[in-house]
C-alpha cells in the first residue's frame, strides 16, 4: 500500500542521501576522519579516479596553464618533488611529450623525487635529491639543454604548527627558485605552491628580479579553506 504524502519538503533529498559519510573508527583521530569524508566526497578526487589521473593535483596545474600557456608542444619541464605523479601526466599530454600531435613539436618531461616513483608513460622520472650537488647538471643532460618550465608542488612534512610549517614551505619553495636559476631557458616558467603566511616577500622580490612577471593565484581546484596558492613566474631573465 502505498504511503500518504507527508507534506514534508523533500526537494534535494537525494542528493543528500548521496553524501558519503565516514565513521569514526576506534583510534583514528577525528581530523583523519574528517579528511577522509572530504577526499571521499571531493568532485575533484572523483574525477581525477575517472579520468585516470593519480590525484586532484592534476587539475591545479591544468588550470594554472590553462591561464599562462607554458605547457606547450615542445617545452622540456622538470617536475620537483613529482610524487604520486599527477602533474607529469598533464605536462605529457600538454608539451607533446608522446608525440600523438601530428605537426607539433614534440616536448620532454622529466619527473624528479626523493622516493620511488611508478612509471608515468611519457615522462622520465629519476630518484634524486634537488639540493644535491651537480644536480643541475644531471638534470641539463637529462633534458638534453636547459628547461623551459621547472614546477614544483612539493610541501615540507606538516609539523602541525601553522606557521612553522609556512617558513618550512616558503624554505623549501626559494631553494627550487634557485635550482630554476640553475636551470631555465632565458624566457622560461617557474611555477611552485607557496602557503600564505607572511614570509612570502623575499621570495617575491626575488623572483621579480629574475623574471619579467610574477604573479600569484589560487586556482579553482585548491580548496577553499586551504591556505595554499601558486606563484607563476615568467619571462626568466638569464
Not at 579528511?35 to 578526487?45: A, C, E, F, I, S
Request: charged share 30%.
Amino acid at each position: 500500500m502505498a504511503k500518504k504524502p507527508t507534506g514534508k519538503n523533500t526537494s534535494g533529498r537525494g542528493q543528500r542521501d548521496l553524501k558519503v559519510k565516514v565513521k569514526t573508527a576506534r583510534g583514528r583521530k577525528l581530523s583523519s576522519t574528517r579528511w577522509l569524508q572530504r577526499q571521499l566526497n571531493d568532485p575533484y578526487v572523483k574525477r581525477a579516479q575517472a579520468e585516470g589521473y593519480r590525484g586532484r593535483a592534476a587539475y591545479k596545474i591544468m588550470e594554472l596553464d590553462d591561464k599562462f600557456r607554458f605547457l606547450v608542444p615542445g617545452a622540456r619541464v622538470v617536475d620537483l618533488g613529482c610524487a604520486p605523479g599527477g602533474w607529469c601526466q598533464v605536462a605529457v599530454k600538454r608539451v607533446n611529450a608522446l608525440g600523438e600531435k601530428p605537426g607539433k613539436k614534440i616536448g620532454k618531461v622529466l619527473g624528479i623525487d626523493l622516493q620511488e616513483v611508478e612509471p608515468i608513460a611519457g615522462a622520465e622520472i629519476h630518484q634524486l635529491d634537488f639540493m644535491s650537488d651537480e644536480a643541475d647538471e644531471k638534470v641539463k643532460e637529462w633534458l638534453g639543454g636547459p628547461a623551459d618550465v621547472v614546477m614544483s608542488d612539493m610541501a615540507a612534512a606538516s609539523s602541525g604548527h601553522k606557521q612553522t610549517d609556512h617558513l618550512r614551505i616558503m624554505a623549501l619553495c626559494e631553494t627550487a627558485a634557485y635550482f630554476a636559476f640553475d636551470v631555465l631557458e632565458p624566457g622560461g616558467t617557474f611555477v611552485a605552491k607557496v602557503l600564505a603566511g607572511g614570509a612570502e616577500g623575499e621570495l617575491q622580490k626575488l623572483l621579480k628580479q629574475k623574471f619579467q612577471k610574477v604573479a600569484n593565484i589560487k586556482p579553482p581546484s585548491s580548496r577553499s579553506d586551504s591556505s595554499e596558492k601558486f606563484v607563476v613566474a615568467t619571462g626568466f631573465r638569464g
